[in-house]
């Protein structure tokens, strides 16, 4: 669904909106959608978060559009160097919403397998090895065959000046944090 956008309705509308429509979690949340957007559009990003994090806090019964506000939220976390939020709230969903059906589970692994793999690839260049490891191992502890994360582990194992000489000797360390 579209969102009106708030520069064509008064501010106050969804204000109203949001607060008054407490038994139509649709409505209030496309209303803070708005609200966001609205903020956005003058430019105040911090209002612009607030009103997403409000959605993801407040409407687990919603968890498709609390999902898909989520993924807004973690990209504009990720953008802010605000990942330890972004993953603060991953975790959160896992327990809110992630057992409610495996759909939004595996929908809330992979926002936090992307995550862990972007901030382990920025680790990495700033060469911070053993932080990066660390990371790629988290991907490793619920996807243990994922190739970026082996990968970045790898490369992490490199930086440090382990050199993995079997691959055996790899699968063995593969569980080591």
């Known amino acids: 669904m579209k969102i009106i ?5 008064p501010f106050n509308f969804f204000k109203v909106l949001k607060t008054e429509s407490k038994g ?7 209303a803070h959608r708005a609200i966001a957007e609205y903020f956005s559009i003058k430019g105040e990003a911090s209002v612009y978060a607030n009103e997403l994090r409000e959605i993801v806090d407040i409407y687990p ?5 609390t999902l898909k506000v989520a ?5 504009y976390e990720e953008r ?3 990942s330890n939020s972004a993953e603060a709230m991953l975790k959160k969903l896992l327990i809110t919403i992630g ?3 495996p759909n939004y589970l595996n929908r809330i692994n992979n926002m936090l397998t992307g995550l862990y793999l972007r901030r382990g690839e920025s680790l990495l260049q700033q060469k911070r090895s053993s932080e990066a490891i660390s990371t790629f191992q988290k991907v490793l502890l619920f996807d243990a065959s994922n190739i970026e994360a082996h990968k970045g582990r790898i490369r992490g194992l490199n930086l440090r000046g382990e050199s993995l000489i079997t691959a055996d000797n790899y699968r063995a360390k593969a569980l080591e944090t």
């Open 61 to 65: 019964e919603s968890p498709n559009q």
């Open 24 to 30: 139509e979690q649709f409505i209030a949340i496309m």
């Open 99 to 101: 057992s409610q059906s």
């Open 80 to 82: 802010n160097k605000r």
């Open 5 to 9: 956008p708030s520069a064509k309705l």
């Open 71 to 75: 993924e807004i939220l973690l990209s």
